[in-house]
């Protein structure tokens, strides 16, 4: 009866044993897991990211087909265009010397 015990015991031992090495060093332990939760929270981030640049382009598009002024200012600020009889000006910010800031 001992040695049925025993044994039964060392079976038991090694299946415990055997469990826990996968839950803490086998391709699913807790430390893949981990790195797995942050990869998804950046994952996360970026889509985050992403989908407030498409609302913004989506409301630049349908505010550019349903308005004609806002294809003006797109033209004149983006593509620097002008009418014929209109002269374009544009300014060049000159950077300072150090010596000029003392």
């Known amino acids: 009866m001992n040695r049925l015990f025993y044994s039964l015991a060392s079976c038991l031992l090694l299946i415990l044993l055997l469990l826990l090495n ?30 407030d640049q498409n609302d913004i382009l989506e409301f630049e598009i349908e505010n550019a087909q349903n308005s004609t002024e806002h294809v003006e200012n797109f033209a004149r600020e983006k593509l620097n265009l002008t009418y014929p009889d209109e002269e374009f000006i544009s300014f060049k910010e000159k950077e300072l010397d150090k010596k000029d800031e003392q």
Do not use: A, C, H, R
Request: aromatic share 10%.
């Open 22 to 51: 996968g839950i803490f060093f086998g391709e699913n332990s807790y430390s893949k897991k981990s790195s797995l939760l942050n990869e998804n929270n950046l994952q996360v981030k970026k889509n985050n990211s992403l989908k």
